[in-house]
């Protein structure tokens, strides 16, 4: 396509972090009235990609260019001000206010004699709801919307807002089935508007289904542009490729050992079919799957998190159910949660403090007293953290100066030290740079190879691949393969976990 | 270094403040008259401050502290009143008050009220049976003399206020600082999701929090009384804000800008020393509110601006 008539060409980007090249001269460009899917796997370089079309990042090397004009983004208000609009799937919105007012927040109201002319508001907002979203109750607080709805009013407020070039990053990923569809019913009607929309997500049936062109990125670059009939759930999945790095290093066999947990026909809010599979001492079993698809929501069930609807959990042959986490922790098993800094760090406090805290009692002064012996801990600190080689100034440093890997070693630490009947992990690498993701896929190993069970739970494929004696694939809501090392390949886990969503009942 | 100024700031502060305070009026404010004065004053403040210390380390407010010691001494002073002996009269009302302190808990830990709106209601209740208990009056008959010394004279040279001070915030200190209780309200305090994940009984610590939150504040209210000989439902409400301001001082003085009950004791000993000595030199009523206010954001704001370092 000339680039000319694009709304907006990314052409011949480069972008290093450190040592970490996550753009090698990718290149992506979309017309006005055209859907482009992009694709790729973690790490291919999308969010990199989005992130420089948003202004949040400036690229090494390319040129951005708006109506074949080439441009320059000094911060993510330039991008907004030539109207390119970043939709995350969880955009905030205020919960209390109703999707006109949420539509027109930051921007300047309309006037009439001094005061906000709330009619003009309205009629603004009303007439581009009708055309997009037909129904949309947009009087209606977005707190009593569902999620499908909320998602209607991003895409409004973007549309409203004079937005040429929308960049929807996951936006389905929280969706479901019937409500998708309206969600692409919505983007079509803005595609015949003239608006120019980038389609980001793992999903790809539905980026297949929607996209006119499809740009597929590994390693930072372009690897192929699709077209029409061309696009493929298939052929989508052989571009995206990277077999690489699939020739995992060969475990310890596992056959033989005990059972440690074992999991029947366990269900829960999210995890919809019963689940049923084992773990055996020793090993590693990667939960794959997408956003979504129940894996996380099985951990939360075993770390008593969740409560499941339906089903049994034994630990060593002995029934299991934890109410909350103090007795997951109490019955040996040990967590490290996703998305740490919500949900794992103490970043004001120090280091020794965040290592010692989920098995405090371990460090008394005096058997029965429960006063913590400050010399116990930082000698077990520090003992943990030569075995998780985790690089720091000092133990009393606070959490919260750690880089993003030496972090998550810091959380990997607590349990250092104690034998775990099952080690819990989720999406264990997330967020941290890649000489850190080689060095925590070899703890999980050591954990592993201690005789620990190992849960991982992992949207990243090559994780799955490398890290799993057995990999659990996961799709809406259901385990739909359970394979062992041997029969496991990459394309075959990228279509098992594609989702294809049943049709809207 | 800004950080350090933000830290010993505040203690240099209130080192400058007593030396003004004694070079403008050395006989009168650098006495030990008025030294005990200050001690007796400042006792029940510092215990309700205290309280008002241990929610916040857990990131909550108690707003209901004031409420509760009016009526532990009110409880107290109705059952003098009507002929009960003080060995019984105590238990129930510092139980009343931990009740209270329950009842705060429940409702922020379980049913996630926000503890500001939790504490203001609650402790609007405690008001209420308050007012109902002493008909709205002052309380003074038939209060037994043992009670009063709780509250009155000396011990071994010192104020009996000072050694429940001692006592009191030394507990509180070293439950903070030493205890596996003290460092999971820590916890709580600086990331109550991940205290939960991490298998910590988020809910029970919480809800002991404000129980002792309760306890505390009616001990206060009880020392209070023991001190006038007489009590009013509203006696123990002019506390709350300067409890506060207190532990809000006191967090310019940590590090990590948390509260502790060092800090806090500077605070009460920072606002203390303020309105004694202004009153002292002569300083008008309106002037000394106006001055302690801008105090209070003064020592906010050079933490703030440390911080951002």
Redesign the interface.
């Known amino acids: 396509m000339p680039l000319s008539s694009a709304a907006l060409a990314l052409t011949g980007l480069v972008k290093q972090f450190g040592a970490t090249r996550a753009l090698n001269g990718a290149s992506l460009s979309v017309a006005p009235g055209e859907i482009l899917g992009l694709v790729g796997h973690n790490g291919a370089g999308k969010s990199t990609l989005i992130k420089i079309a948003a202004g949040a990042y400036t690229p090494d090397q390319g040129t951005i260019s708006l109506d074949g004009a080439v441009v320059s983004f000094a911060s993510p208000a330039d991008a907004y001000a030539a109207g390119i609009r970043v939709i995350h799937q969880d955009a905030p919105l205020v919960p209390a206010f109703d999707s006109i007012d949420n539509c027109w927040l930051g921007r300047a109201y309309p006037r009439r004699m001094g005061m906000i002319d709330r009619r003009t508001m309205r009629r603004s907002i009303a007439v581009v709801a009708e055309e997009i979203a037909p129904g949309l109750p947009i009087d209606r607080p977005v707190a009593a919307l569902s999620p499908a709805e909320k998602q209607f009013v991003r895409l409004l407020r973007a549309v409203a807002d004079a937005g040429r070039v929308l960049i929807l990053d996951e936006p389905t990923a929280a969706l479901p089935a019937e409500d998708a569809d309206r969600f692409f019913e919505a983007l079509r009607r803005i595609r015949a508007r003239g608006t120019a929309i980038v389609f980001v997500s793992h999903r790809l049936d539905e980026v297949a289904s929607i996209s006119d062109r499809v740009v597929v990125i590994r390693d930072g670059a372009n690897v192929a542009e699709l077209a029409g009939a061309d696009i493929g759930v298939g052929r989508l999945i052989a571009e995206m490729g990277g077999d690489n790095g699939a020739a995992a290093a060969g475990s310890a066999m596992t056959a033989g050992a005990p059972v440690v947990l074992d999991i029947v026909g366990l269900t829960t809010p999210m995890l919809k079919s019963p689940a049923s599979f084992s773990v055996r001492a020793g090993e590693i079993v990667a939960l794959y799957g997408l956003l979504g698809s129940g894996r996380s929501s099985l951990l939360n069930a075993i770390?008593g998190?969740e409560k499941p609807t339906a089903g049994e959990m034994r630990l060593e042959d002995t029934p299991f159910h934890p109410r909350?986490?103090?007795e997951?922790?109490?019955a040996g098993i040990s967590?490290v949660?996703a998305d740490r800094h919500?949900?794992?760090?103490?970043?004001?406090?120090d280091l020794v403090?965040n290592k010692t805290?989920?098995l405090?009692?371990s460090y008394r002064r005096f058997a029965g007293l429960?006063?913590?012996d400050r010399k116990a801990e930082r000698a077990d600190f520090l003992a943990a953290a030569e075995r998780v080689a985790m690089a720091f100034h000092g133990p009393g440093q606070?959490a919260g100066t750690l880089s993003g890997g030496n972090q998550q070693k810091l959380i990997f630490s607590?349990w250092a030290n104690r034998h775990s009947r099952v080690m819990l992990l989720d999406e264990p690498t997330e967020g941290v740079d890649v000489m850190a993701k080689s060095a925590i896929k070899q703890i999980i190993r050591a954990i592993a190879a201690d005789g620990n069970a190992v849960l991982v739970s992992t949207s990243d494929r090559e994780e799955a691949l490398e890290l799993g004696d057995r990999v659990l694939v996961f799709r809406d809501g259901a385990i739909v393969a359970d394979w062992g090392r041997h029969e496991v390949t990459p394309a075959g886990l990228s279509a098992a976990a594609q989702a294809k969503r049943a049709p809207a009942a | 270094m800004r950080h350090h100024l933000g830290r010993f700031g505040t203690l240099i502060a209130f080192v400058l403040l007593c030396a003004v305070f004694t070079a403008a009026a050395p006989s009168a404010f650098a006495s030990q008259a008025n030294f005990f004065n200050l001690l007796q004053q400042l006792a029940t403040l510092s215990i309700v401050a205290t309280a008002a210390t241990l929610v916040m380390t857990i990131s909550e407010f108690d707003l209901s502290v004031g409420y509760a010691a009016s009526l532990a001494a009110v409880i107290c002073f109705a059952m003098f009143g009507a002929g009960y002996d003080a060995w019984l009269a105590v238990p129930v009302a510092l139980f009343a008050c931990i009740l209270g302190g329950v009842a705060n808990g429940v409702l922020v830990a379980v049913y996630g009220v926000p503890s500001f709106v939790a504490t203001l209601a609650l402790g609007t209740v405690l008001s209420g049976v308050a007012f109902g208990l002493s008909h709205g009056g002052t309380l003074f008959q038939n209060v037994p003399p043992g009670f009063t010394s709780l509250g009155r004279g000396n011990f071994l040279g010192l104020p009996v206020l000072a050694f429940w001070i001692v006592a009191v915030l030394g507990i509180a200190s070293f439950v903070l600082s030493?205890?596996?209780?003290g460092?999971?309200l820590?916890?709580i305090g600086?990331?109550a999701?991940?205290?939960?994940?991490?298998?910590?009984?988020v809910v029970r610590d919480v809800i002991a929090t404000f129980a002792i939150a309760g306890g505390l504040s009616g001990l206060a209210g009880l020392l209070l009384s023991a001190r006038l000989g007489s009590v009013q439902p509203t006696m123990g409400e002019p506390l709350l804000l300067p409890a506060y301001a207190a532990v809000f001082i006191g967090t310019t003085a940590s590090s990590?800008?948390?509260p502790s009950v060092a800090g806090t004791l500077l605070g009460v000993a920072i606002t203390g020393v303020l309105a004694n000595g202004m009153t002292i030199i002569g300083v008008d009523p309106f002037v000394q509110k106006i001055v302690t206010g801008a105090i209070i954001i003064v020592a906010v704001l050079v933490r703030r601006l440390g911080r951002r370092q």
């Open positions: 770390w998190e909350n986490a103090g997951a922790v109490a967590y949660p919500r949900t794992g760090l103490f970043a004001e406090f403090f805290l989920p405090l009692s429960p006063l913590p606070s607590r | 030493q205890t596996e209780f460092r999971r820590r916890a600086g990331n999701l991940a205290a939960r994940l991490a298998g910590l009984p990590t800008g948390s």
